[in-house]
């Protein structure tokens, strides 16, 4: 069949961090809007059970792939330019986090940010971006973090890599403006996924907690985009209040990010007990685990 026959009777998505949380809510949100799902993780059980939920149980493709691996990253790529182009949306979703102070992250931690946030991402993009081009149709959304705006407590690493991300956005809609193809990142504020799960965060602020959203909430800002592509998203839109404040004052905001994100002690600041983790890497285990 004619690819941009095939295109019309189903776009294709790829989606990474498929596998639950944002990228999961994402991946259904996509299947309802008729996009044809390629999805991308590690954990091939719950990959099958997002496509069986998202009804592509037969049709949709699994790509199971551990992103902190380049040699990975590159082969996924191949196979997917080779047997699933057209691919209309490609949304990196894939990621995690810890909250802890930059000298307790060791640097194989701060590379595997880089690699899964950033570099990984920029290979996608990069394998998928000249078909979107050559089409002139296409969208590229990135899931970044509302983190990037002021750095909080314990997320240097992170907000490093998923600055990165941000920044190569911003670069690629002014390299590729007009050009059909559209791309756009979006900064979640906090969501109630397994993101929270890693050891580091068992004594998140109870603050913090109540103000989590649901990864539906920001799956269907996510088709909202599509209908109305922009650059920037932040979810929620109040949460966008940071960067004027520091446009206004960066010292101000500093004052405020690190008011509110730094933990306090007590029952509401986190505690970490070191003892009760048996992960093996740095202090927590960060390499390949989420918690
Ligand atoms: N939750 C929040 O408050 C929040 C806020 C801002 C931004 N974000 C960002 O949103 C994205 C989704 O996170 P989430 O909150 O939905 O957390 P989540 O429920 O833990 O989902 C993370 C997803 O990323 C995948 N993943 C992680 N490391 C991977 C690797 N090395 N290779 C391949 N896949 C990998 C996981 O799949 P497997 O386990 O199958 O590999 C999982 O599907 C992340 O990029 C995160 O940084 C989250």
Known sequence: MHAAHAEQLAPTALVTGASSGIGRAAALELASRGYRLV???RQRASLQAVAKEAKQGKTATIAVTDLADPAAVTATAEAIVRDHLPV????????DGVCLPFLEQDVATQR??????YFAASALIRALLPDMLRRRRGHVINIASIATKFGPWGHSNYVAAKSAMVALTESLACDYAESGVAFSYVNPGIVKTSFFDHPSYRGLSRTVKRRA???????????????????????PTHYRVITWIKAFSPTWAWRLVSATSRPKGGD???????GASDHKGDRFGVPGTRG
């Open 88 to 95: 209309s949306v490609l949304l990196n979703a894939a990621g």
């Open 268 to 274: 509401d600041g986190v505690k970490i007990d070191a």
């Open 112 to 117: 595997r940010f880089m690699q899964v946030h």
């Open 39 to 41: 999805l991308l993780g």
């Open 213 to 235: 959203i649901k990864p539906e909430t920001v799956a269907r800002r996510i088709g909202s985009l599509l209908d109305r592509p922009r650059l920037e998203l932040c979810v």
